[in-house]
RNA sequence: GCCCGGAUGGCGGAACUGGUAGACGCGCCAGACUCAAAAUCUGGUAUUCGCAAGGAUGUGCAGGUUCGAUUCCUGUUCCGGGCACCA
């Protein structure tokens, strides 16, 4: 009997579907845990092997809560919004309703082949009405309520209206409003208003105000704006300031968008990371976007006109060293300060800053930059001071403009030499002309009232003194920005809008679902708006013609897997109070501050609201590394037909060319196969080859079906089965690190599987398997593999967890045992990797029941306690001898032994040591 | 440019909290079985000097701390991910 894992799977694949073996029910007793994999995006090309990495451990997990009598939550469903549907939609007039369900097969499928234990009667999809439908739902409890910066949380825009009508705004103020475009001269632009001023309001204004508030508000922002193609496009289809498709040229332009107010929730964002179990470099990430910094808001007057620049700098202390001020290129000011003579040279900057993206202007070395002629005088010393532009301030950032002090910042001061700009010295002789000093725990000379203070008491005193004086304020600033919530595209969801008469309303919420409506062409609309701006039917209702970006579903789906059917809520809330968090989410890196912060912000939006228990997602998160394409090249001499082994390519001149993996055994080139290989393209083929055997070089890219190193998982379950598939991906390496996949050491893992078989039954002998009692040996041994498994489990080591497996089938079959008391335990701790291979045996074993469910061995400490060890004796440091000491001998007895040793007392050269150090159960070191 | 990771034999990787570097697997080499091959099994396999015993070197690179460093510190090179409209 052998070990036949298709017929094997197969079974119990379809065993377990009939028996509904994965169904999860949100009504019991038992303790839940909750295992969620990030969304996938159906896309057209299927899986490749890089895909189910992280599901296989997710489902590991999942399988091992099981086992340890938890009722486990594992969903999958579908992030079927996007981008690339629609592409493919304009490219090939294919629906992209119908392209995202033919993905959506091609994926079950192969997913199915895995044996994964998804409970798939909680599928869901975000281009399904049932679910947009609470997109939506969720959208309009954004777009009606505010921010409380008092109570610290979302609440209700109608008790806003309230206080608007009691008390106006005075206790509310507008949050971030600008200033910096106010005129100085008296007529700053008020931001408070009375409740009488407020009842006075006409309706236009008083919804412009309470714009101001939402948490989900339309506004202004720019886009990348192709005039030739008529579109917006995304960062990563602009290539060096034109289109990646057709070189046209791109520049920013201002269009209407909707946006989350996210920046609300800056600061509980950053803080309540302290309580999640994640990577720190993850916590970092999030904590650098968000970007907290505290510092002051400077008003600088300008000379001679009636405008003032506000200038945000985390660095008060070195107001004394300002001498020049930059603002963003964009920011509105520029216009009206800029001087008669240098309107053209500002004007022809602007142009150029225009055509290029904030990652080039950030990622730019040169330093360019325009004077307006202007002046601005520095409120501590009335001194002059030049404004100028320059693209490395970003309009987005602080107020967009910076007062720049060379001689304390490494770009403003290599700005200062690149203009010969004077730089004053406000640090005395730490300052040689040469280099900034930017380090924080100096002294400040030279600067009035504060010289002689160090940096941080020196700030404190600039920010009190700018208070006094009226011409500044303490602030916390944050480098994060409101999210652009709105796309001018068709594939996303439809935003529950009306606009009339400029204002936007919200659609009751018992008419929703707004269903996306059918186009005959996916073109962009008039003036930049999206394809649904074509639709006359839509237009004529005055709907928003703007949809929701890609992650406006998956920014809530952890919460519909629990309650995927419920039509009258987006999930009821004790079924959220059950399964609460999602207590471990994989995922890749990507998402560190995309998808991660979004989701928390809703999280914590609905909570706020009252409509779920808790307000943080995703508790415990485990990062996936990439696993990375295998390329395999043939090189063919220049000009001719022949194709010449690596190894021989140094005597020719040759092209580099990709070839498919699939046809590569190894580094060797099946030569049949690459004759047939893309329609006979290489049928005449000649080679130039070393021996008989054409090698091919071998170059480490990322996995991608333009590379030809794509490996489609299918093929891979179809020769060695799901169990080997599962384990060899494991086996590859740790979760988290990233690594290349090479096909060819499957073979191992396969081999592993079938000595394990081979421990129940023989190909001719066949049944192997007795009820002996087991040895004190095999005990041992199984005990060890109990703990070594259990922990590598939790902590997510599944690679050492296989070979863990290896050494036990060794050991076990160097041992000879094949006793069902010790192999039916190994199998239940096999269970979570490769569960068909171990419900076969269970039940070829005689028991009854799933092994899915039955109870986890249990580690007893005294089947592996061992009375002595074999110590390393190093002498300074370097190994020289092994000896067997005994657990319980006292530090002189070991050092007895040690010196007695004839190895040591060959290394001594007959000097006595100077000092023997012993580590209980690690190594003994003596120091000459 | 900025932020976050990573680098160990021919290859993927292991090494707990600073304590025997290279577990496990692939590949390769040798042997057994076989008419032969596949499959399977057994042994070997970091580099280097040596017949051997044994020695020296060795965790990207350059330093440092320590009885002892893949592990901690400083600097540096290269590779991967993210940088706000790919998802």
């Known amino acids: 009997m052998e070990y036949n894992f298709r017929a094997i799977e197969q079974r119990w694949q379809e065993r377990w579907k009939t028996e509904g073996a994965y169904k999860v029910s949100n009504d019991t007793r038992k303790p839940k845990y909750y295992v969620l994999d990030m969304f996938p995006y159906p896309s057209g090309s299927g899986l490749h092997v890089g895909h189910p990495l992280g599901y296989i451990a997710s489902d590991i997990f999942a399988r091992y809560k099981r086992l340890k009598g938890f009722n486990v939550l594992h969903p999958m469903g579908y992030d079927a919004f996007g981008l690339p549907a629609e592409q493919y939609a304009i490219d090939h007039g294919i629906h992209p309703a119908v392209s995202t369900a033919n993905n959506i097969n091609t994926f079950r499928k192969q997913l199915d082949n895995i044996g994964f234990c998804y409970d798939w009667s909680r599928e869901i999809r975000t281009c399904d009405t049932s679910y947009y439908r609470w997109t939506q739902w969720i959208f309009l409890q954004l777009f009606k309520s505010w921010y409380n910066r008092k109570t610290n949380r979302a609440e209700p825009i109608d008790r806003l209206v309230a206080f608007f ?65 008529g579109t917006v496009l995304a960062n990563d289809e602009v290539i060096n300031g034109v289109s990646e498709r057709g070189g046209f040229p791109v520049v920013k332009k201002k269009l209407r968008q909707w946006y989350l107010r996210i920046t609300e929730y800056a600061d509980r ?58 603002l963003a290129p964009e920011h509105e000011l520029v216009d009206h300060i800029t001087t008669a003579e ?91 002309g040469e280099e900034a000093i930017t380090g924080k725990h100096v002294t400040v000379y030279n600067s009035g009232f504060i010289t002689g203070l160090k940096v941080s008491e020196a700030a404190e ?67 930049g708006e999206g394809p649904l701006a074509n639709i006359k039917a839509w237009t004529e209702q005055h709907l928003e013609t703007n949809t929701m970006p890609g992650y406006a579903g998956s920014s809530w789906y952890f919460l519909r897997y629990m309650d995927p059917h419920n039509d009258k809520t987006f999930c009821d809330r004790k079924v959220s109070d059950y399964w609460n968090q999602v207590d471990l989410y994989i995922g890749g890196t990507e998402h560190a501050v995309g998808h991660l912060l979004y ?121 060695y089965g799901a169990d080997t598939f599962r384990m060899y991906e494991m086996f590859l390496g740790p979760v988290e690190q990233s690594k290349p996949w090479d096909t060819k050491g499957i073979e191992g893992v396969h081999r592993f599987l079938k000595k394990l078989w081979r421990l129940f039954y023989d190909e001719q002998k066949g049944k192997l398997w007795t009820e002996e009692n087991p040895s004190a040996e095999e005990l041992k041994v199984l005990h060890r593999t109990i703990k070594k498994i259990e922990e590598d489990t939790e902590h997510f080591s599944f690679n050492t967890a296989v070979s863990a497996f290896m050494i036990a089938v060794n050991e076990l079959t160097d041992l000879q045992c094949h006793k069902k008391a010790i192999l039916e335990n190994i199998l239940v701790l096999l269970t979570p990797y490769a569960p068909h291979v171990a419900e076969e045996l269970w039940h070829l074993l005689g028991n009854s029941g799933s092994v899915l469910d039955t109870a986890y061995p249990v580690f007893e400490e005294k089947y592996v306690t061992e009375s002595s060890k074999l110590y390393p004796v190093a002498i300074n440091g370097k190994t020289r001898t092994e000896i067997h000491i005994a657990l319980d001998a006292t530090p002189q007895q070991v050092e007895e032994l040690v010196i007695a040793n004839e190895i040591v007392q060959k290394w001594l050269e007959g000097k006595t040591p100077k000092k023997v150090i012993y580590v209980k159960n690690r190594m003994i070191n003596v120091v000459v």
């Open 599 to 719: 989701s928390r912000m809703w999280t914590k939006v609905l909570y706020d609201l009252g409509h779920i228990g808790f307000n943080e997602p995703f508790k415990r998160l485990l990062n996936q590394g990439m696993i990375q394409g295998s390329s395999r090249f043939v090189y063919r001499v220049r000009g001719t037909n022949s194709f010449v082994s690596f190894g021989l390519i140094e005597n020719y001149e040759t092209d580099k060319i990709h070839v498919d993996v699939n046809i590569v055994d190894g580094v060797e080139l099946d030569i049949e196969a690459f004759r047939k290989w893309r329609n006979a393209e290489y049928a005449n083929a000649e080679f130039i080859l070393e021996g008989d055997r054409y090698i091919c070089g071998v170059e480490v890219e990322k996995m991608s079906k333009s590379k030809f190193n794509t490996v489609n998982p299918d093929d891979l379950v179809d020769r």
């Open 165 to 229: 009508e009691k008390e106006g705004n005075v206790n509310h103020p507008i949050p971030n409003f600008k200033s910096e475009i106010s005129p100085a001269d008296g007529g700053i632009k008020s931001q408070i208003f009375s409740a009488s001023g407020w009842n006075g309001f006409d309706e236009a204004t008083q919804q412009a105000i309470l714009m101001e508030y939402r948490l989900a508000y339309c506004g202004y922002g720019e886009v990348n704006w192709c005039e030739a193609l």
């Open 269 to 326: 964002l950053q803080h309540d990371l302290d309580v999640l179990e994640w990577s720190d470099a993850m916590k970092e990430m999030q904590t650098n976007w968000i970007g907290k910094s505290s510092g002051a808001e400077i008003k600088f007057e300008i000379s001679n006109l009636k405008f003032q620049i506000v200038a945000y700098t985390t660095r008060p202390d070195t107001i004394f060293g300002v001498d020049f001020m930059v």
């Open 342 to 432: 240098q309107k053209a040279a500002v004007e022809e900057y602007v142009a150029y800053v225009k055509s290029r993206s904030e990652r080039e202007r950030m990622a730019e070395k040169k330093i360019s930059g325009c004077f307006t002629g202007a002046y601005v005088i520095n409120p501590v010393n009335a001194k002059e001071i030049p404004v100028w532009i320059s693209e490395y301030v970003l309009a987005g950032y602080g107020t967009g403009a910076i007062m720049a002090v060379p001689c304390g910042d490494e770009r403003d001061h290599r700005f200062a030499k690149h203009f010969n700009i004077p730089i004053t010295n406000i640090f005395g002789d730490l300052y040689t």
């Open 461 to 527: 005193k600039v920010i009190e003194w700018l208070g006094d004086e009226g011409v500044g304020e303490r602030k916390i600033n944050y480098k994060m920005r409101d999210a652009a919530f709105s796309r001018q595209r068709y594939w996303g969801e439809p935003f529950p809008i009306v606009w009339k008469d400029g204002i936007a309303y919200p659609l009751e919420e018992s008419a929703l679902p707004l269903e996306l409506p059918h186009v005959d062409s996916y073109k962009p609309g008039p003036e």
